[in-house]
């Protein structure tokens, strides 16, 4: 059983890797958030890009110290609805700097907590749905 | 050491999870291939659509039956060579089917191998650069 473990653990180690390389080289902004907490557990470059802010004053901060939802409301309860909503279906909002961007959200279960992931890019949703039809 | 490698081994778990969503959320083409052997070991649907093709067909196979980097020969020689240039260097190609494709790659080590990130989107590398002068 510990040898398995290992070879688990090996195999695990290798998905940690790759979620870092992945999450470093995506251009797209990439935030990790409790469902229940709306506490960032991760996030990537591009993210820190777009918030203006080192990544010590972004992991462990609630989201909604980093975006506005404007009037949709709370940032949180505004992402859990868009994700539940039809495939795809993206938020408008706002970076506490005052820049627009829209983010795409995805609920999912890990390890007994409820995570969401936002995918965040520049520019309304208008001008990301044209992009679309290229 | 038992309990501390259970410990470690649920957080993996989550990396693994995270990188799942990651991949299945993520509308740009994303490949992890071996850099010695060009054997595909994951993507995600994006890359699929691209492709045209069933995951069955594409893990495990060689990266060459989905993409020929044209004038630049081998497609394999020609990622590895354009992850070791300039940061964010580009490289047009086309998939079998015909499309042209632009590729972002990097180059990684993961338990003791050498692997390429490939994010790769629709059309030519001018198109790129100009979405992102937005």
């Known amino acids: 059983a510990q040898i398995a473990l290992e070879r688990d653990y090996e195999a695990q180690r290798e998905f940690d890797t790759r979620l870092r390389v992945l999450m470093a080289a995506t251009p797209e902004g990439t935030v990790f958030v409790s469902a229940s907490t709306g506490v960032v557990s991760d996030c990537n470059p591009a993210a820190l890009a777009l918030f203006g802010k080192q990544r010590a004053e972004v992991i ?3 989201l909604h110290d980093l975006l506005d939802a404007g009037g949709e409301g709370d940032i949180l309860g505004a992402l859990t609805r868009a994700a539940g909503g039809a495939s ?3 938020l408008p909002a706002k970076t506490r700097q005052g820049a627009s961007v829209t983010i795409r959200t995805t609920l999912f279960r890990a390890t007994g907590e409820q995570l969401l992931l936002c995918q ?3 520019g309304d949703v208008l001008s990301v749905r044209s ?3 290229d």
């Open 60 to 62: 462990g901060a609630p």
């Open 88 to 90: 795809g279906s993206e």
């Open 120 to 122: 965040i890019r520049n």
């Open 131 to 133: 992009d679309k039809l």
